[in-house]
Structures are given as C-alpha cells and as structure tokens.
T-cell receptor, first 115, second 117 residues
Framework: AQSVTQLGSHVSVSEGALVLLRCNYS??????LFWYVQYPNQGLQLLLK??????LVKGINGFEAEFKKSETSFHLTKPSAHMSDAAEYFC?????????????FGEGTQLTVNP | NAGVTQTPKFQVLKTGQSMTLQCAQD?????MYWYRQDPGMGLRLIYY???????DKGEVPNGYNVSRLNKREFSLRLESAAPSQTSVYFC????????????????FGAGTRLSVL
C-alpha cells in the first residue's frame, strides 16, 4: 500500500522568493516518486522523477526535489519563483518498475506567485 | 506530436444518460489509465489497462466501465450518469522505455470536463 500527503493545499510566494512544496509518502516497497505540474485547463506534465539513483533530482524549469528516506519526504524546491510557476503541483508515488505500476497522487498544492 | 488525445473536451449530461469518453495515444505505450480529478482530492484512479486485452479496477470504479479497444485506444463509459460523476476526467499512458529514467512516466491528455445535471 502507498500514500502521499502534501502539506498545504495553497502556498503563496513573492516573485523571486524560494518555493518549497512539501510531500511525505508512505510505501511498503522502495518507491518511485514524482512531481507533476498542472497549468489551468491543461493535463498534468512531469516535472521530475526519483527512481532510487541520486537522492537530489533536478527537473524542468529550475525545480528540484530531494529524497529523504529517514523523513519519508520528497519536497519540491525552486530557488527563485517566477510568475509562470503559478500552477497546481501534485506529488505521486508508485511501487516501481513493473509495467502498469499505479500512481497514487497527493491532493495537490496550488502555488500562487505574487508580483 | 499528438501524445494522448481525449475527446470530447466538454460534455453536459442529464442524470441517467450514457456516454463514452475516448482516449488514444500514439506513443506505442502498453499501459493506459483513467483518472478523475475533483477539487481537494487530487487524481483518483478509476480503471487501468496494463496491456492490450487486460483491464483492472482502480480506486473508484463504481459507475464506470472501460474497453481497451487496441493498443492505442482506451475508452471510459458511463452507463447511467449521476451528478456525483461531475468531474474532470484524465486519460494517461505510461512509458516502458529503455533505462530507469524513461520508464514509468505517465503522459496525460488535456482532460474532459463533464457536468451531470
């Protein structure tokens, strides 16, 4: 069984400020972890993925996330927010490599970037 | 590149009506998924198909049926729509590419926004 908890359904930052979106997971097997972004009226796009290689994962648009097994966390960060980062962000976990591995999503965090 | 294509984009139904949501992918992926998205609940898996010819229930399958018509197409059917099925529906397909980096990435369509009155 696996689950994801995203802390904070809404996060607001100023343009140029640090972005930190929190995700904690639970998994009975070594997990694969993902961050997806959803812009208004669009589908989800992959930001980055952790698959048990390097614990610090770099993604698109300057985002990165660090896997911390001891804390069961996979928080998403970006050093300097841009207006175009305003979107909803979803953390997700899967059981690994088998074809048809099911993703379990968190409830999402809406990021607002203020000028 | 088309990726994952969903039709229709919008639909309004009356309670009790039926409809089929269509999904097609052109990436030669084996696995396909149907999710629904509701405010504050993230995405919940309705049904999935790990490969052509197989389908399995997800977290919220009641009131839905699916058909994996061929490797490209995976449709979702509402036999008798209910207001509780008002939602945004997403189809996704999953890569099985070479190497760890390419595997298990789900690609999503743009969604179908369904209202049941």
């Amino acid at each position: 069984a696996q689950s994801v908890t995203q802390l904070g359904s809404h996060v607001s930052v100023s343009e140029g400020a640090l972005v930190l979106l929190r995700c904690n997971y639970s998994s009975s097997v070594p997990p694969y972890l993902f961050w997806y972004v959803q812009y208004p009226n669009q589908g989800l796009q992959l930001l980055l993925k952790y698959t048990s290689a390097a614990t610090l994962v770099k993604g698109i648009n300057g985002f990165e996330a660090e896997f911390k097994k001891s804390e069961t966390s996979f928080h998403l960060t970006k050093p300097s927010a841009h207006m175009s980062d305003a979107a909803e962000y979803f953390c997700a976990v899967s059981a690994g490599e088998t074809s048809g591995s099911r993703l379990t999503f968190g409830e999402g965090t809406q990021l607002t970037v203020n000028p | 590149n088309a990726g994952v294509t969903q039709t229709p984009k919008f639909q309004v139904l009356k309670t009790g009506q039926s409809m089929t949501l269509q999904c097609a992918q052109d990436m030669n992926h084996n696995s396909m998924y149907w999710y629904r998205q509701d405010p504050g609940m993230g995405l919940r898996l309705i049904y999935y198909s790990a490969s052509e010819g197989t389908t399995d229930k997800g977290e919220v399958p009641n009131g839905y049926n699916v058909s994996r018509l061929n490797k490209r197409e995976f449709s979702l059917r509402l036999e008798s729509a209910a207001p509780s099925q008002t939602s945004v529906y997403f189809c996704a397909s999953e890569s099985q590419g070479r190497g760890r980096g390419a595997k298990n990435i789900q690609y999503f369509g743009a969604g179908t926004r369904l209202s049941v009155l």
